[in-house]
């Protein structure tokens, strides 16, 4: 029972343009989400969050949007880059509950085109 | 260091072989948590330690896999008779409880090899 799911495995995004990842859930005792980003060979680092109090959350270049009705989130990261090409995973948690668990989506790779 | 720390970096094993995986969580970090990633896969959970209240195991994949705590320090993954789908990058991270913005910091994995 997957509960946090990535459906595109990989997405390719011209650099400059807007890259758009997308995340759904399905525990609706969710109610903290993060975005994390994996380069090969490292351990996946935090890039942004967002509590379920709020819809938005923008840090730079990079927005977080939560749709609760949908249990659905996405970052959007613009304008994207080079850099920027590494595998995201979305994560989320149940905080009212007591635990700080994290469940992991599956990935999605992306690929910022010179 | 600063960061969260896994070792070995890398492990090679022979089927039916025991291995532990060590992590030293960032200091002052009263949850810890092990997760693996198999070739091609998202991050499967495995193990929750929080505080001093009984771990979530609840991601363990069978009972030749376990893991300890000290307190709040350093943890240790253990495989019993590893099995050539136990091969996988196995992360820990850590975070600290009791604030609002808390995120886990992830280690840089040991990648386990089981031949």
Request: glycine share 8%.
């Amino acid at each position: 029972d997957q509960q946090v799911k990535q459906n595109s495995p990989s997405l390719s995004v011209q650099e400059g343009r807007i890259s758009i990842l997308n995340c759904d859930y399905t525990n609706s005792m969710f109610d903290y989400f993060l975005w994390y980003k994996k380069y090969p060979a490292e351990g996946p680092t935090f890039l942004i969050s967002i509590s379920s109090i709020k819809d938005k959350n923008e840090d730079g270049r990079f927005t977080v949007f939560l749709n609760k009705s949908a249990k659905h989130l996405s970052l959007h990261i613009v304008p994207s880059q080079p850099g920027d090409s590494a595998v995201y995973f979305c994560a989320a948690s149940a905080r009212a509950s007591g635990t700080y668990k994290y469940i992991f989506g599956t990935g999605t790779r992306l690929k910022v085109l010179a | 260091g600063a960061g969260v720390s896994q070792s070995p970096s890398n492990k090679v094993t022979e089927k039916g072989k025991d291995v532990e995986l060590r992590c030293d969580p960032i200091s002052g970090h009263t949850a810890l948590y092990w997760y693996r990633q198999r070739l091609g896969q998202g991050l499967e959970f495995l193990i929750y330690f929080q505080g001093n209240s009984a771990p979530d195991k609840s991601g363990l994949p069978s009972d030749r896999f376990s893991a300890e705590r000290t307190g709040e320090s350093v943890s240790t993954l253990t495989i019993q008779r590893t099995q050539q789908e136990d091969s996988a990058v196995y992360l820990c991270a850590s975070s600290s409880q009791g604030s609002m913005n808390t995120e886990a910091f992830f280690g840089q994995g040991t990648r386990l090899t089981v031949v």
